[in-house]
Nanobody, 123 residues
Framework: VQLVESGGGLVQAGGSLRLSCAASGRTFYVMGWFRQAPGKEREFVAAVNWNGGRTNYADSVKGRFTISRDNAKNTVYLQMNSLKPEDTAVYYC???????????????????WGQGTQVTVSS
């Protein structure tokens, strides 16, 4: 499956952005968002199971970010509120076709990746 992210941009601290990840086909399995800041390793942000009924978040974004999906549109979203400068990174969408309900956070579990979208939060 091919994944294309969109929705990144420049926002002030405290602001909001919504990222979208459009898939080229059906994705009835776990989908996730990761991010990579300059000079840092790529890290898990959030993931959702196949029907949107189960989610998992990194501690750093809990209560501020919400992941959701619309399977009719083959799209996964990441609503980001109360953004902080430390949220600045390239955000990647990823697919874990081996799992439908078990949400794993390790990068190696995800085998399809988008090209990424830049999110910059100014202070």
């Amino acid at each position: 499956v091919q994944l294309v992210e969109s929705g990144g941009g420049l926002v002030q601290a405290g602001g909001s952005l919504r990222l979208s990840c459009a898939a080229s086909g059906r994705t009835f399995y776990v989908m996730g968002w990761f991010r990579q800041a300059p000079g840092k390793e790529r890290e898990f942000v959030a993931a959702v199971n196949w029907n949107g009924g189960r989610t998992n978040y990194a501690d750093s974004v809990k209560g501020r970010f919400t992941i959701s999906r619309d399977n009719a549109k083959n799209t996964v979203y990441l609503q980001m509120n109360s953004l902080k400068p430390e949220d600045t990174a390239v955000y990647y969408c990823a697919a874990d076709p081996s799992h439908t309900n078990v949400i794993l956070t390790a990068l190696r579990e995800y085998d399809s990746w988008g090209q990424g979208t830049q999110v910059t939060v100014s202070s």
